[in-house]
T-cell receptor, first 111, second 110 residues
Framework: SQQGEEDPQALSIQEGENATMNCSYK?????LQWYRQNSGRGLVHLIL?????REKHSGRLRVTLDTSKKSSSLLITASRAADTASYFC???????????FGKGTRLHILP | SQTIHQWPATLVQPVGSPLSLECTVE??????LYWYRQAAGRGLQLLFY??????ISSEVPQNLSASRPQDRQFILSSKKLLLSDSGFYLC?????????FGSGTRLTVV
């Protein structure tokens, strides 16, 4: 099984600023995914980056992957109040059918 | 498109009572299905996963059990709930490009 570990645990920024969250993992992966969870809700899949990709964009989201450092970052540009949520990374190493999530980064956008 | 239905949304149960949470899937066949638990302010803990009918793998020893009686049905059960079973339970399916999660069940054991 794989494990992602997000950093920081909590982040508060002003609306309009960019938010950066990091994820580290331990073993080789096939892909890495980022999810968002609004309070009391299920997780929503945001973006998947494959091990042979270094950067991927989706709207205001930018994900990078550095397999040599076993790390990924999620950048949210021009943050909005609606971005307030917890963000999780998860890795898929395809060695088994289990994917393990980290504890997440709690992002709070201040008005 | 794949959808995943999970119910109930909230549940308050006394200690020692049984539990049955159901998860059903639409729009896909032979999915890998998962039960996660999330304690307040914590990450997700994988409880069970299933790659097919009748195939259950348990991740954490506990008084919970899971069953997969049909391809698109995944059930989480307990014969006697403990206070420590309180949490947010999420069902999910995975098909290679990421998880689709249900909306979750908030279980409070009193």
């Amino acid at each position: 099984s794989q494990q992602g570990e997000e950093d920081p645990q909590a982040l508060s920024i002003q609306e309009g600023e960019n938010a950066t969250m990091n994820c580290s993992y331990k073993t080789s992966i096939n892909n890495l995914q980022w999810y968002r969870q609004n309070s009391g809700r299920g997780l929503v899949h945001l973006i998947l980056i494959r091990s042979n990709e270094r950067e991927k964009h989706s709207g205001r989201l930018r994900v990078t992957l550095d397999t040599s450092k076993k790390s990924s970052s999620l950048l949210i540009t021009a943050s909005r109040a609606a971005d307030t949520a917890s963000y999780f990374c998860a890795t898929d190493g395809n060695r088994d059918d289990k994917i393990i999530f980290g504890k997440g980064t709690r992002l709070h956008i201040l008005p | 498109s794949q959808t995943i239905h999970q119910w109930p949304a909230t549940l308050v149960q006394p200690v020692g009572s049984p539990l049955s949470l159901e998860c059903t899937v639409e729009g896909t066949s032979n999915p890998n299905l998962y039960w996660y638990r999330q304690a307040a302010g914590r990450g997700l803990q994988l409880l069970f996963y299933s790659v097919g009918i009748g195939q259950i793998s348990s991740e954490v020893p506990q008084n919970l059990s899971a069953s997969r009686p049909q391809d698109r049905q995944f059930i989480l059960s307990s014969k006697k709930l403990l206070l420590s079973d309180s949490g947010f339970y999420l069902c999910a399916l995975y098909q290679g490009y990421g998880y689709t999660f249900g909306s979750g069940t908030r279980l409070t054991v009193v």
